[in-house]
């Protein structure tokens, strides 16, 4: 009886870690595949519950594709914050495939609007810190991870910029799990986007934090250990 009870315990603990595997590494989001021309609106919406964040976060994210050759793929976006405030976007990014090999941008130029608030100057292939499947970021202050936040976009605020992506290339490019990085007074909040054609449908989807995965071990033990004394017993 006290092999069988241990071994029931094992296989208690084995499923208890792999359902926590489960839930820490997000499944990648279905693609939008784009030609030049084609454009996808990716929304982002954080629901506020009064104290953290006071309002809710959200954002409107269009991408356009303006060129493609085979080493090369021009995209122009649009990224607007439409939070009420306070809360300040710090980072935007995506994934594509084939993946891209490099990325530079610009948020000046031929294409700018010049009524935009030109916030984002850094392009880099990275990830948003707790959004793993991102591949290619733009950030406003320092870097993709934070920056201060008097150069970040605030709400109300909104930022044309376009980035050359390198790598090899066919005719379209699929683009998917975009997300973004507010930060601010409320503190950090990111996630993915809500759905919108091609978003990864849980528009306040976050990945759990190292805290919380380990509290799920401790409360698999406990049960395991519960377990174990009902039967010897």
Known sequence: MRLLTIESTKRLLVAASVFAAL?????????VSLG??????????????????????????????ISISATQVVVELTLENTSAGPGSIESVGFATAPDATGVSGTTTGAFDPGSDADRFVGFTLDSIPSLSLIEVCAWAGNNCSGGPFPQLLAPGELDVFQMTLTGTWGDTVDFTDFG????GAPGSF???????DGGDGG?????????????????ALA???????RFVA
Not at 23 to 31: E, F, G, I, L, N
Not at 180 to 183: L, P, V
Not at 190 to 196: A, N, Q, R, T
Request: glycine residues 14%.
């Open 223 to 229: 049960v395991g250990r519960r377990a174990r004394r």
């Open 180 to 183: 973004i990085k507010f930060q």
């Open 190 to 196: 990111e996630f993915y986007s809500d759905g919108g």
């Open 36 to 65: 030049v021309g084609g454009t996808t609106t990716q929304s982002f919406f954080l629901a506020g519950n009064g104290t953290d964040p006071i309002n809710d976060l959200t954002a409107e994210l269009t991408l356009e594709v």
């Open 203 to 219: 528009g306040d989807t976050t990945i759990p934090e190292p805290a919380s995965l380990l509290l799920l071990g401790v409360g």
């Open 23 to 31: 839930v820490a590494v997000p499944t990648s989001a279905q693609a």
